[in-house]
């Protein structure tokens, strides 16, 4: 089966540091998406791409936060610098768009991201 | 805005049958996803309608009214593995644009 691969799975960083994360989507999906979840909050959307293209990233703190798709095989998302409220899973998606109703987008296993 | 509400939680029992309940009120609407969670997992998908109606997928089904802004997900010969976070999902505009909004997901366990 074809997957979306995000790593790294765990991240424990101090307060301060700079944070990478990254995704593969699933070849030939031409559009990828970047969430948070926290308990309190749900799924928030971050960002997301179209053609590598950055369509929407109103959901992120700019100041911070930053995602680029330097290629079709690769996403990035970065925090730099990192505080404990960015303590979340951050899981990317990918798809067709227009969207294939019979698999939707499928989601990566995550990155758990602690910050003490 | 756009405001997508579900149940927070439910219980239900082992074989029996489970309704849970969307609402939504966004800018645009392309499409209603429902996702499955397990905790500690990543969502995987279940079903997606873009047009009134019902989608039957084995002991699944979904259910949109775009007039009224509503949708539902249906469980039937419910399992113990059916335990899990169901997550709603707006895709919001076609075309060009076209972000997926989730709403906070509604815990569902599944007593013996």
């Known amino acids: 089966d074809a997957r979306v691969t995000q790593t790294p799975r765990h991240k424990v960083t101090e307060m301060g540091q700079e944070v990478t994360m990254r995704c593969q989507p699933i070849l030939g999906h031409n559009t990828v998406f970047w969430y948070r979840q926290t308990m309190m909050q749900g799924l928030e959307l971050l960002a997301y791409f179209r053609n590598r293209a950055p369509l929407d990233d109103s959901g992120m703190p700019k100041d911070r936060f930053s995602a680029e798709m330097p290629d079709a095989t690769l996403a990035t998302l970065k925090i730099q610098p990192s505080e404990p409220r960015d303590s979340a899973v951050y899981f990317c998606?990918?798809?067709?768009?227009?969207?294939?109703?019979?698999?939707?987008?499928?989601f990566g296993s995550g990155t758990r991201l602690t910050v003490v | 805005g756009q405001n997508i509400d579900q149940p927070t939680e439910m219980t239900a029992t082992e074989g029996a049958i489970v309704q849970i309940n969307c609402t939504y009120q966004t800018s645009g609407f392309n499409g209603l996803f429902w996702y499955q969670q397990h905790a500690g997992e990543a969502p995987t998908f279940l079903s997606y309608?873009?047009?009134?109606g019902l989608e039957e997928k084995g002991r699944f089904s979904s259910f949109l009214s775009r007039s009224k802004g509503y949708s539902y997900l249906l469980l039937k010969e419910l399992q113990m593995k059916d335990s899990a976070s169901y997550l709603c999902a707006v895709l919001n505009y076609g075309g060009s644009q076209g972000n997926l909004i989730f709403g906070k997901g509604t815990k569902l366990s599944v007593k013996p």
């Open positions: 998606a990918s798809g067709l768009s227009p969207v294939d109703g019979r698999g939707g987008y499928t």
């Open positions: 309608n873009v047009l009134d």
